[in-house]
């Protein structure tokens, strides 16, 4: 089992629908979560971090459940840009540790 | 700000040969990591540096690999020999300690 399990997708959607990734963690002394997005032959680029009471940021909001060890990330009104991988990140004191990525594909 | 860059973009090698890549991290990150990406996957880490003690290694196949980071700042990572289930994107990045990471453009490796 991986340490950070994500869907792989693809996720398929029309532009402006609302959609969400779920991501689990394993190691319980995870300490510090982000997103990150990848674009086809680029390299990743963080989207933003995941804190515990959870935040937003403009059409994307991130949610933290550390009692089941879950990570989200919902992105409303979504834009063409917005198709890319969205790799999970869980980061201890000695590991950071990057999901495999969800693919998204918006339609117009 | 310059970002993390890396060199070379591409490197394409014949197997059982040597190689290397390099990395500049961002000005004042104390941490510095190498990443292997294959397609579809997302990035694994080989080796985290905290300044220039190698922190985490424990994912570095040592028989071919390499990797140090003199004086704390630059890095570079070797493969000698080559296989060809080596090709693949490296990445480096950098972040301050236990923050966000920042990556370089990648090298694309491959063995032929």
């Known amino acids: 089992r991986k340490e950070v399990e994500q869907d792989p997708g693809p996720f398929n959607v029309p532009e402006g629908a609302t959609v969400a990734f779920n991501c689990t963690y394993s190691n319980s002394a995870s300490q510090s979560f982000f997103w990150y997005r990848q674009d086809c032959r680029k390299e990743p680029k963080l989207l933003m971090s995941?804190?515990?009471s959870g935040n937003e940021d403009g059409r994307f909001t991130a949610q933290l459940n550390r009692a089941s060890q879950y990570i989200s990330l919902l992105i409303r009104d979504s834009k063409l840009s917005d198709s890319a991988t969205y790799l999970c990140?869980?980061?201890?004191?000695?590991?950071?540790?990057f999901g495999s990525g969800t693919r998204l594909s918006i339609r117009p | 700000e310059a970002g993390v860059v890396q060199s070379p973009r591409y490197k394409i090698i014949e197997k059982k040969q040597p190689v290397a890549f390099w990395c500049n991290p961002i000005?004042?990150?104390?941490?510095l990591y190498w990443y292997l990406q294959n397609l579809g996957q997302g990035p694994e880490l080989l080796i985290r540096y905290e300044n220039e003690e190698a922190v985490d290694d424990s994912q570095l196949p040592k028989d071919r690999f390499s990797a140090e980071r003199l004086k704390g700042v630059d890095s570079t990572l070797k493969i000698q020999p080559a296989e060809l289930g080596d090709s693949a994107v490296y990445l480096c990045?950098?972040?301050?300690?236990?923050?966000?990471?920042?990556f370089g453009q990648g090298t694309r490796l491959t063995v032929v």
């Open positions: 995941v804190y515990s």
């Open positions: 000005s004042g990150h104390n941490t």
């Open positions: 990045a950098s972040s301050l300690t236990a923050q966000e990471a920042f």
């Open positions: 990140v869980a980061s201890s004191a000695s590991k950071i540790i």
